[in-house]
């Protein structure tokens, strides 16, 4: 799926995670370095899940890579410095398994190194798991891009408050 897909996921796991009001009575940094292990964790199990139904690649993969990185760091910049560990940790759990897996063959091939290539680590990289569609036809995939980003809006509208906070 599109790094800008990982990145929304990322956004929708920190709110949905981030109990403003526990941790502002808690202020407590282990609280939120606690919270942004489960996000880095259910962002790398989200990313699994978006990697594993069907989907197509609608965005073109350098317009992709520049805005989602333009994205994480535009949202982590806005967000308070207090819930930054956590957002960050989001953004690192939902793009940590692209990063493992394909970085290194994207690299040699966008800049023209010649750094070694490794076995995928994780299942939904692998063909057998993968639910990329190459086919052309993606209209399944259209409709989960919709409810994807449907998911995540009503995260952020039911969790509004909190969203205000961290955006501080």
């Not at 009575?25 to 699994?48: P, Q, Y």
């Not at 990185?69 to 939902?94: D, E, P, Q």
């Not at 998911?151 to 205000?164: L, M, N, S, T």
Request: glycine share 6%; proline share 4%; with cysteine.
């Amino acid at each position: 799926m599109n790094v800008l897909f990982h990145t929304t996921t990322a956004i929708g796991v920190a709110v949905l995670l981030t109990n403003t009001n526990q941790l502002e009575k808690a202020n407590s940094l282990t609280n939120r370095i606690t919270t942004g292990i489960v996000a880095f964790t259910v962002g790398a199990i989200s990313h699994g899940a978006l990697d594993y139904i069907p989907h197509c690649y609608p965005i073109n993969s350098k317009i992709d890579v520049a805005i989602g990185l333009v994205m994480i760091l535009v949202v982590t910049w806005l967000t308070h410095k207090r819930y930054r560990i956590i957002v960050g940790a989001s953004f690192l759990g939902c793009i940590f398994p692209d990063i493992a897996d394909l970085s290194p063959a994207i690299m040699n091939k966008q800049v023209g190194l010649n750094l070694p290539v490794f076995p995928k680590i994780f299942p939904w990289h692998w063909h057998a798991y993968s639910g990329s569609i190459y086919t052309g036809d993606c209209n399944v995939s259209t409709i989960n891009h919709l409810l994807l980003i449907v998911v995540i809006c009503a995260i952020c509208w039911y969790r509004q408050e909190d969203v205000k906070r961290m955006i501080g």
